[in-house]
T-cell receptor
Framework: EDKVVQSPLSLVVHEGDTVTLNCSYE??????LLWYKQEKKAPTFLFML????IEKKSGRLSSILDKKELFSILNITATQTGDSAIYLC???????????FGKGTRLSVIA | DGGITQSPKYLFRKEGQNVTLSCEQN?????MYWYRQDPGQGLRLIYY???????QKGDIAEGYSVSREKKESFPLTVTSAQKNPTAFYLC????????????FGPGTRLTVL
């Protein structure tokens, strides 16, 4: 059973739309949740979340963590074609265990 | 400049041949990781190493092998036992105890003909 579940797996929107990507996770020994953007190369870091209810923001992107309901959302407002990418969610657990990645959400923004 | 290098960027091999992918880092990181990514998919962990001369299997280790003889280097061999090796391979490293601070290499795209 997957420990980190992202939804939807793919999404097509028009430029200017707002999108919400979801990531749910298992709780045991949770330490952090990370969001990455990947465009045909190595993932680039977006956010790391450790505390519940505190929104992190970078331009049109924002993210928040709910440790009670065990999920995070990544919002992108006023989408642009350059936002087209795979968005990866990963969870870090206590100890030296590696990050656990979800399957990713493939976002396509069309003009 | 500190970072992670992977070579080559693109690799073509015939079916049945073993192939070794290079990963080098000069960040003085203790831990290194290999991931596989199939088209449109997330990252799946193949092997990881937290210290020199030690490594652990990830979720999809079958058909792969690694070595960690030096702190800076973590090569991955894709053997002929790997049924479907065509994929994008990413190497990453992290400081000791900070598995959530991943630095990724640029990746190697392996195509088996």
């Amino acid at each position: 059973e997957d420990k980190v579940v992202q939804s939807p797996l793919s999404l097509v929107v028009h430029e200017g739309d707002t999108v919400t990507l979801n990531c749910s996770y298992e709780v045991t020994n949770f330490r952090s949740l990370l969001w990455y953007k990947q465009e045909k190369k190595a993932p680039t870091f977006l956010f790391m979340l450790t505390s519940s209810g505190i929104e992190k923001k970078s331009g049109r992107l924002s993210s928040i963590l709910d440790k009670k309901e065990l999920f995070s959302i990544l919002n992108i407002t006023a989408t642009q074609t350059g936002d087209s990418a795979i968005y990866l969610c990963a969870v870090g657990y206590a100890g030296n265990t590696p990050l656990v990645f979800g399957k990713g959400t493939r976002l396509s923004v069309i003009a | 400049d500190g970072g992670i290098t992977q070579s080559p960027k693109y690799l073509f091999r015939k079916e049945g041949q073993n192939v070794t992918l290079s990963c080098e880092q000069n960040l003085n990181h203790d831990a290194m990781y290999w991931y596989r990514q199939d088209p449109g998919q997330g990252l799946r962990l193949i092997y990881y190493s937290q210290i020199v001369n030690d490594f652990q299997k990830g979720d999809i280790a079958e058909g792969y092998s690694v070595s960690r003889e030096k702190k800076e280097s973590f090569p991955l061999t894709v053997t002929s036992a790997q049924k479907n090796p065509t994929a994008f391979y990413l190497c990453a490293s992290t400081p000791q105890g900070r598995t959530d601070t991943q630095y990724f290499g640029p990746g190697t795209r392996l195509t088996v003909l």
